[in-house]
Each structure stands twice: as structure tokens, then as C-alpha cells.
């Protein structure tokens, strides 16, 4: 099974950016569809964004027009870049590839 770790979360205030990192092991990266997802306090996992093997991307409602995920098939890695953030984005940010997870990244953003 794929391993998945990322990286990036932070505390920033509203506004900011942060830029999240999925880097997978598993020769099975560059042809997978990446999940971002997102866990705040007391609340349900919830979808966040993806992006197909070719790249085609979609987001949630909630983040369209502020976060944009790409990949980099030669580093298996994928980015969630996140701008304009506010504090209901605040969670813990997972990676998914093939029904596994990463330990996840906290990003607290600050009203």
C-alpha cells in the first residue's frame, strides 16, 4: 500500500497563504488520482480538491478560486496551494492516494 506523507501546515492569519505538500511512495503515483481533504475540530472529513493522472483539477465549493492542487510526477508529489485563507479553513489538511492516508498537516488560520 501506498505511503503517504504531508507537509506545509502552519499558523497564518486571515488573508495568508500557505502551500501544502503530499509526497506518496509507490511506482503507482504518476498514474493516480490525488485527494486533498480536510478535518476541522468536531466536524467530518471533508472532500477539499483533486487532481486526475493527465492533471485535470476540481475543488469544493468552498475553496474554488483559492486553493489550486497540482503534481509533479517525477518528485510523486503533490502541492495544494491555498491563498486568501479564512478561518473556517482551519483543519487538519490529508492526502489520499488509493484508499490510503497520510498522518496529516494542521493549518490553523486566525481571524
Known amino acids: 500500500q501506498a505511503q503517504l506523507v504531508e507537509s506545509g501546515g502552519g499558523l497564518v492569519q486571515a488573508g495568508g497563504s500557505l502551500r501544502l505538500s503530499c509526497t506518496a511512495s509507490?511506482?503507482?503515483?504518476?498514474?493516480?488520482?490525488i485527494y486533498w481533504y480536510r478535518q476541522a475540530p468536531g466536524k467530518q472529513r471533508e472532500y477539499v480538491a483533486r487532481?486526475?493522472?493527465?492533471?485535470?483539477?476540481n475543488y469544493a465549493n468552498s475553496v474554488k478560486g483559492r486553493f489550486t492542487v497540482s503534481r509533479d510526477n517525477i518528485k510523486n508529489t503533490v502541492s495544494l496551494q491555498m491563498n486568501s485563507l479564512k478561518p473556517e479553513d482551519t483543519g487538519v489538511y490529508y492526502c489520499?492516494?488509493?484508499?490510503?492516508w497520510g498522518q496529516g498537516t494542521q493549518v490553523t488560520v486566525s481571524s
Open positions: 509507490g511506482s503507482a503515483f504518476s498514474i493516480s488520482t
Open positions: 489520499n492516494m488509493r484508499g490510503a
Open positions: 487532481i486526475t493522472s493527465p492533471g485535470s483539477t
